[in-house]
């Protein structure tokens, strides 16, 4: 497949500024991607083929791409979403696995980088500290740390996309536990996961109930002495199977981009089909989803306790686990569930409310992500600083009264994939008709009295509302609502006006 776009030195121009009498040259790119994880590198493909005339370059703070799938490595990591929808739109998943394993994952995002020639616009060790907006020149001047040669540089842009995630690479979320000291066994948090971590014969207590949780538990317990789920609030669990057999037959008979696309949409409309049943009839739902796991565990697990939400199923995200492997695992007596409140810990292990400790010799804390808005970058706005709280969210995407800046923010019940490859099409669009008409500068306005503000994500999960204070506000109605509606973005972000008469131009 041939390469789209040229190289960064082709690509990127230069402006000359006086520093201290000297003369040193700035990079300038047209648009300047910040992050070269999933949603990144699928930026670079969408600028090169829909705005082919731009300059781009892709900013990352690690040595390495990937994102995510680079940066967790602990036991059993994979995706949580099948494959077909987490997958780029341009390019085919091809592996027999749906539910594919992190390292599948993260070698699908390098091939991608390399076949499309995206890895060459992309500077590693360079993460990205501030950005100061100038409404005289219409364009962005990013302090850059290079954390290789420890020095900062800056560099310019017309346009800023933020596709740095929305947790902290730096680590996740720890709950502050009395004891640890006591503690004679060894913590650490899924984030902070390394290779020398021996659990081979060892007594496992996975504390959480989410996805990490529902994905370390199995994979422990294969070599583990036993593994414990410690949570203080059961999940809605459901299983499906690693392999999707009609995408797999699609594929052995038709071309592989037609059995992909064919695929995708099946499980889109699947997918928001379960969703928008969940939202509509939370007790049927609950129901058909206790049902299956008291099938899958039948007398081996108290389900009543340790898998019976007090909430709605997608009040929170449900939990995903391939070929039923944690039911397996409880089946076997490998792993077990316990639902309680901790109350310290000791030289043994933990030690709950009720009076029961858990023996340990390893405690892994999968107790969820800090969220970081715009990647930790200081924004400024003509010297004044942004706070992403005090604006409102146009379509999800963009910042009211903030020009110039996206950011990829993707489906909390759907693939993460699938919104950021539209954010990218939209803008290009974005882009492609601020060309058209003479535009340096575009951003969008809430000037409706009639819009009241919401908030950004109505979801419970424990991430979201620890980080409620820092996240936009969303409005009463669109643009400035999020859906969480695959189909409603692909009219609006696809085929919808871009001069909408709330994003102004100038």
Excluded at 59 to 64: C, D, I, K, S
Excluded at 211 to 225: I, Y
Excluded at 393 to 416: E, Q, R
Excluded at 424 to 451: F, K, W
């Amino acid at each position: 497949m041939p390469h789209l776009g040229t190289g960064r030195s082709q690509i990127s121009r230069v402006r000359v500024h006086s520093v201290r009498g000297t003369l040193r040259a700035v990079e300038h790119y047209d648009v300047l991607i910040v992050g070269a994880g999933l949603s990144g590198i699928g930026a670079g493909y969408h600028i090169q083929k829909m705005c082919p005339g731009k300059s781009y370059a892709i900013l990352e703070g690690r040595p390495r791409l990937g994102g995510t799938w680079d940066l967790f490595r602990y036991p059993g990591i994979r995706s949580d979403s099948d494959m077909h929808t987490l997958g780029y739109s341009f390019r085919p998943w091809t592996e027999a696995k749906a539910i594919a394993d992190g390292p599948a994952i993260l070698e699908y995002v390098k091939d991608t980088a390399e076949v499309y020639g995206i890895d060459r616009h992309i500077q590693f060790n360079s993460k990205a500290i501030s950005a100061h907006w100038s409404s005289q020149d219409a364009r962005w001047r990013v302090t850059v740390s290079r954390t290789d040669t420890e020095t900062t540089e800056e560099v310019t842009c017309g346009f800023l996309f933020m596709c740095s995630g929305y947790y902290d690479y730096d680590g996740g979320y720890m709950p502050e536990f009395e004891g640890t000291d006591d503690f004679e066994g060894e913590i650490v948090h899924p984030q902070k996961w390394t290779e020398d971590i021996e659990y081979a014969g060892k007594n496992v207590v996975v504390i959480g109930s989410g996805a990490t949780a529902v994905t370390l538990v199995p994979a422990m317990a294969q070599t583990a002495k036993h593994v414990t789920m410690l949570q203080r609030t059961p999940t809605y669990v459901v299983t499906r199977p690693a392999e999707d057999k009609i995408a797999n037959a699609l594929r052995r008979r038709l071309p592989s981009k037609l059995a992909y696309g064919l695929t995708r949409w099946k499980n889109v409309a699947a997918g928001q089909v379960f969703f928008n049943l969940c939202q509509r009839a939370p007790g049927a739902m609950k129901k058909v989803i206790m049902r299956g796991v008291k099938k899958e565990l039948g007398e081996s697990c108290d389900v009543d306790t340790h898998f019976n939400p007090p909430y709605g199923p997608w009040d929170q995200r449900l939990c995903l686990v391939p070929d039923s492997d944690l039911f397996e695992s409880l089946r076997d007596g490998k792993a077990s569930v316990t639902t309680g409140h901790i109350d310290r810990f000791v030289p043994e292990g933990v030690r709950l409310k009720d009076g029961t400790t858990l023996a340990a010799d390893l405690v892994v804390s999968a107790t969820g992500l800090r969220i970081k808005v715009l990647g930790g970058v200081e924004v400024f706005i003509d010297g004044q600083p942004l706070s992403a709280a005090e604006r409102m969210s146009y379509k999800a995407m963009m910042f009211s009264d903030v020009p110039n800046l996206a950011m990829c923010f993707g489906y909390t019940n759907a693939s993460w994939t699938l919104k950021a490859d539209l954010t990218s099409v939209y803008v290009c669009r974005l882009l492609n008709h601020m060309d058209e008409h003479g535009h340096t500068a575009c951003v969008p306005r809430q000037n409706d009295a009639s819009v009241h503000e919401e908030p950004f994500m109505d979801l419970q999960a424990g991430y979201i509302q620890r980080a409620s204070a820092l996240l936009p506000k969303a409005g009463s109605k669109a643009p400035w609502k999020l859906k969480q509606n695959y189909f409603f973005d692909l009219l609006t972000l696809r085929a919808g006006k871009v001069d909408d008469g709330v994003m102004q131009f100038s």
